[in-house]
């Protein structure tokens, strides 16, 4: 079992900069991949970035590429969401999710952090 925990949301004007964050427990934090992702109202939960367990291996959605960094501290448990730019269309609840080395499909899902950007 692993639990997540997100943190660091807020409002914030467009153009500005958030860093999110979001703290494991409960296993061997580096036997998991952690993904970032969002949902914003009235629309589906999308993918926002990934990083591998080891943190050699990153990936973004593209309307997030260049603006926003996934990094982790596996000695802290803890992986963060660096959010340069924001645009309003970035608003949205901000999900933190794990999935096991080997795996496709996240496994453990935090509660969210909502980040507001206003125009």
């Known amino acids: 079992q692993v639990q997540l925990v997100e943190s660091g949301g807020g409002l914030v004007q467009a153009g500005g900069s958030l860093r999110l964050s979001c703290a494991a427990s409960?296993?061997?934090?580096?036997?998991?991949?952690m993904g970032w992702f969002r949902q914003a109202p009235g629309k589906e939960r999308e993918f926002v970035a990934f990083i591998s367990w080891s943190g050699d291996f990153t990936n973004y959605a593209d309307s997030v590429k260049g603006r926003f960094t996934i990094s982790r501290d596996n000695a802290k448990n803890m992986v963060y969401l660096r959010m340069n730019s924001l645009k309003p269309e970035d608003t949205a609840v901000y999900y933190c999710?794990?999935?096991?080395?080997?795996?496709?499909?996240?496994?453990?899902w935090g509660q969210g952090t909502q980040v507001t950007v206003s125009s």
């Open positions: 999710a794990a999935r096991r080395r080997g795996t496709n499909e996240y496994q453990y």
């Open positions: 409960g296993s061997i934090f580096s036997n998991y991949g």
